[in-house]
């Protein structure tokens, strides 16, 4: 039984337990603070071409990849127009294919044609088969448009009364309904071509309001955050799974500070505790929630001494100023270097993979 992975490269399933195979590390191209910096940023942008500015960090190497929105296509012609532009553009001598993102969840959030048109609420109700299938559309119909990274699928508990449950963005309410339910989708995710991204660590399936929209104190004891709200990305780890989102709300019993901004979580919970070797992303730091810690270079630089390998800005000009922010910190060794340079030797590698 296959895991995650669409190829061999990372986990297999076997007998319904996860057993990891060690997948040779591409060697990476010997980079400057600055292309080190824009290795750990990820974009959004206006308009359906790439605007010069964002041609100009590509060509820089100051950027790892871009996330789409609503407003950067008419069609499916223009997606894949689009993402084969993005490709095109000259990039530093080593450094391998863009990450292409989307938010394609289903239901309200959908942001490019195609499947899957259920929410996640509808697609939970169908049971982990239906999911799998339905991922496994969805992973084809992104990669025939030049999309490579889905962030999705959400591993929230539903909590009734709660956003993301309101929202119909959840599968199930009980934890190993969500595990069976979310892994099956990201498998799907991965046989169709494309990188899954579970989210939001270490759960958002309490917060009564989006972290968009306010800040968000998860006030869960720390032991019901890990044997409930964890216990979906634990399933994804072991079937092994690429990627996971950090949420920005705030859980006090594990750390003052936003989760993606903290090292006890992002490093402590995700990594050592989980065993997490994937690639690591920040939530949108445009939000609410994020910008009550400080703009984008304090954002920035707070989720990579958190250990947060990618750092996610839906604004151009929000993105150069967190890539000045880590390339300064680096330089000025504020940002540990071993640290830093693992994090970039995690993300090149799967956007190596994700290039083949």
Partial sequence: MQGLLATAVAAVMLSGAAARVEAP??????????????????????????????????????????ILFDGNFRGRDSVRRLTARLQAIPRPAGLPPLLITVDQEGGLVRR??????????????????????????????????????????VLDLGRPGRAIFEEGRTFARKPGAVSRIGTGFARGLATGGVAATAKHFPGLGAARINTDNAVQRIRLPAAKLRSADERPYTSFIEAGGEMVMLSTAVYPALSGKPA????????GELRDRLGFQGVSITDA????????????????TDAAAAGTDLVLYTGLADAARAQRALANGLSGGSLERADFEASVNR????RSRLGD
């Fill in 260 to 267: 993606a901004l903290s090292r006890a979580i992002a490093t």
């Fill in 25 to 66: 590390v591409p060697k990476q191209p010997a980079l400057s603070d600055d292309q080190l910096a824009g290795a750990r940023v990820i974009t959004g942008f206006s308009g359906q071409r790439p605007p010069a500015g964002l041609r100009r960090m590509i060509s820089a190497g100051q950027v790892s990849g871009v």
């Fill in 112 to 153: 490019l044609p195609g499947p899957p048109r259920p929410s996640a609420a509808s697609i939970g109700a169908r049971g982990a088969a239906f999911a799998e299938r339905l991922g496994r559309a969805t992973g084809e119909s992104l990669r025939s448009m030049g999309v490579n990274v889905d962030l999705a699928p």
């Fill in 285 to 300: 730091l445009g939000s609410v929630s994020a910008r009550a810690v400080g703009g984008p270079a304090r954002t920035a």
């Fill in 347 to 350: 993300v090149l590698a799967l």
